[in-house]
Structure formats: structure tokens, C-alpha cells
């Protein structure tokens, strides 16, 4: 190109992007400068002494981390938030292990393997990784797991045993390579060496559960890839609902009807609402059949059930909250993930200026339940826990307790 001069029209130069010690440097000060200005309650569980430590040992670290590295640390100091809604987005692919954990009563154990190599552990308890025993390297975890509760950190850290840099960043496993060492129920060891991959491998390939033979998939797992759905169970005059996700509004307005309709057409004594796997979505949506359940008859105790847990959280937890406050309804299950008394909504994001790293911030801060004083988690009025035992014979001990809870007037 030409200017009208002749002469070669001047480029703009690019701007010279300092080197990348100092890029991940300035944005682990931009990441604290931005959360101290946006979170409605930064100073909850930390001191400013120890925020700004912690923001200036991100800043330390930042030259000696590699780039997974460096998520991790940013990803540890918003963790020190204690917020379940602040967190760092998670990438759009991880290395990851084929098998999967949750976490029992009495320990944790594998509940998800892909292919043949990883198969072998299914249904058994994790112990160690390499070294170290898994209670070790969970409390290592923690500090990564964003969570407004212990129940919410604990279920965070189980899954990070799949995440190969979580691991080798607490120094758990290599950099790509981890070794599990599980028990059986009779107390025999197995050691299995698995490599990462991307977690979309593992996605796309069939994974199986530690069911026992001819044991079907139970009735909560059935379904867990719906918004909401509902069956009618004719043996216990009752309806079971599955809430997953507070999502298309108006489907679940046409939902809520067809509900309302399967419990007078099949003339059901009592509804079991199941929030155990509502993470949220838009809470506006559920206030017309909260409104019902209120004015109905359902609205007495033996007649509705709610059943809550780990993962109930954000627009879950707040159903679960104002079923509890407005409504007879019995919670049955485990506490929930989800904080009900100092529970910070109201999600916005912002992206660091060099790395690009999405990071979403609560704005706003709510009581749901204010009679529970500084509760930590919603706790149940029937207390089930679901035992390894019951999971592997396909059981559900919580819907059971809700089924056979003496029957209301």
C-alpha cells in the first residue's frame, strides 16, 4: 500500500508485551484488586492481613509456575474466599484419569471407571496415591476448592483426584502419570499406574458402575442428563420429581402442570421433590409451583418431601430453603453443598488481561434462612447417608426414608 505521499504507509507496531513472568505477575495483582472490588463480602472468612498475603504469595510464585501451575495458584487464592460462586472458570478441556470418586461414610471409593485398565478398581476404596494416603492429599486439595461449606470442599477435593494437575500440583502424582492404590472389601491391595488424557477422551468412551450383577441403574440415576422429570410410583400412592437444574423456564412452567396433574389423576398421598443434584440456574422459575406446593394439599407433614445433599446448591438451595420456611415439607438426605445463611449470588465474570483466564465472582450477598442463625449448610430433618453398600446394590436409601415416612393427613 501506498500513501498519498508514494511512500510506504507506516504500520502501527504492535505493543510489546512484557515477558511472561511479569504477564502472570500482573495478572495475580489484577486478580486481587479485582476481587477485593467486586465481592460483596471478601473479608468473611479471611482477615485482610491474610488476603493480601495470600495475593502476594500468588505474586511470589507466579515467575516459578508453569501455565497449569499458575491456574492452580490463582485458583487456590480464590478459593481462600470460601464462596462456592467465586471461583476460576474451568478450561475447556483437562487432563484427566479414567476413574471417578465419591466419597461414603466410610471412605472413598471409585464409582465411575472407562476401559480396561481402570475397570479393576470399580467399587473399591482409594488409600493411597503413590506415597501418600488419600486423607493427606485431600486436605492438600482443599485449598483448591472453591465451596461455601465442608461438605462442598470435601466433594470438590474427591473430584480433583481424577484432575492430573491438581494432583501433581500438590505433588500427589506426576506431571502426567498417577499411581492409585485401592483395598477390596476382604482387604486386598490393587496398585493401578493410569496416564492422563484429555477428559474428553474418556467422555466419549462408555464407563461403568460398580453395580452388582443384574443390577439395574436406580431410579435417581436414571434421568440425571434432564432438567426435570417426574414418575409415578402406584405401589407407594406417591410421585417422585427430579429437579436438576433451574433451566427453561417455561418447560418447567408446562412441567409444574403435568406434576400438578399426575398427582390428582393418579391420586398420590404424598410428593418427593429431589433437589440432591440442583447445582442452580434461575430461581425465579420455581416460585410458581413453590406457591402451589404452599396452598395445596401436600402442604402437610408426611405429605411432601424434599430431598437435599452434597450438591444441592444456588437456586437448588434456595428452593430447598423456602420449601423449609413456607411449606410442612420434611428435607431428607445429607446437608447440603450449598451455604443457607450467608450465601453469595448473583454470578458476574471478568477476564484476566494477559492469560485470558475467565474468573466468576458472586455480587451479591443473601440470608435464605435467617433462623439458622450462621449455619454453614441446610441440614436435613431426616438424616440418610448413602452407604457404598446401598449404591452398589443400585439402593436409595434416602428415597426409601421418604416413602416410608408415616403417611400424612
Known sequence: MLSLLGLPACQPSPVARPPLAAQRQADSRYLA?????????????????????AAQQLVAQAPRYDEAQWRLGAQQLVARLCDGHTRVARPASLRTYPVRFRWFPDGVYATLTYG?????????????LGAQPVDTVLRQLDRLVSADNEVARRTGAV?????AAALAFVGAAGPDSVVYEFTSA?????????????????????AERPLAPG????????????????????ARRAVYAQYNSCREMGRFLRFSWQLRRALQRDSATRLVLDLRFNEGGNSRQFAPLRWWLAHSGFNRRGRLF?????????????????????????LVGEPTGGCPTRHCT?????????????????????NYLPQLGSAPTLVPDLAVPLTMAA????QDPVLEAALSYPAGR
Open 215 to 234: 443390577v439395574a441403574e436406580p431410579l435417581y440415576r436414571r434421568h440425571l442428563d434432564e432438567p426435570f422429570w417426574s414418575a409415578t410410583l402406584p
Open 159 to 163: 473430584r480433583l483426584l481424577s484432575q
Open 33 to 53: 484488586a479485582q476481587l477485593a472490588a467486586r465481592h460483596p463480602a471478601l473479608y468473611a472468612h479471611i482477615t485482610p492481613a491474610q488476603w493480601q498475603q
Open 306 to 330: 424434599v430431598l437435599i445433599g452434597r450438591d444441592t446448591f444456588s437456586s437448588g438451595l434456595r428452593a430447598a430453603c423456602e420449601l423449609k420456611a413456607q411449606t410442612q415439607a420434611l
Open 391 to 394: 449404591y452398589r446394590q443400585g
Open 116 to 128: 480396561p485398565v481402570a475397570r479393576p478398581a470399580g467399587g473399591l476404596r482409594l488409600v493411597r
Open 346 to 366: 448473583e454470578v458476574k465474570e471478568f477476564q484476566l488481561p494477559y492469560s485470558g483466564l475467565h474468573i466468576q465472582v458472586a455480587s451479591r450477598q443473601t
Open 186 to 206: 476382604t482387604g486386598q491391595p490393587l496398585r493401578i499406574a493410569l496416564a492422563g488424557r484429555a477428559d474428553s477422551v474418556w467422555q466419549a468412551r462408555p
